[in-house]
């Protein structure tokens, strides 16, 4: 690691911290060269994954163009940078978890939806208006009224993976 002042590259860790929820660890550093601390963080390096989009395109895959996308559909809505963060988060670690080097784009709107769905039903309904492509207003009113009757998710479920909410749900209807 360089010094960011001197360019020296001897260097000693002071503290280590883990952060956004062990994905990352912050260290502070001071250089033995001319003593000026820093900062650097390191994560994990994933594949690079690649969506495969409607029309049968392939992209790489940008947290980027994730996090503009949710930021646009939460703008002047309630909801914190860390909360966004958090829920980039969420969606990057289970796509990535689920899909070695592919994704379907679907894949991912749908895991911004429910994110969105669980942090602001107005944020929810903006990026599903674009993601499912609404053309006329009662397109909204027909989302709008379906998740009004639908009670509002277990925030506990909503992190686990899609394939356990299922499993979860289909041992209630065996019960019943």
Known sequence: MRCPKCAGQEDRVIDSRSS????????RRECL?????????EEIEHELLTVIKRDGRREPFSREK???GMKRACQKRPVGEEELANAVERIVEGVAAEHDREVPGQV????????????DPVAYIRFASIYRQFEEITDFV???TRLASQPLPDKRQME?????VATDEAKKKERA
């Open 20 to 27: 956004k929820e062990g994905a990352t660890i912050r260290r």
């Open 33 to 41: 060269t001319c003593a000026h601390r820093y900062t650097t963080y």
């Open 66 to 68: 994730l996090i503009r």
């Open 108 to 119: 991912i709107g749908e895991r911004v939806m429910r994110e969105l769905r669980r942090m």
């Open 142 to 144: 027909e989302e709008a």
């Open 160 to 164: 686990l993976p899609v394939a356990a």
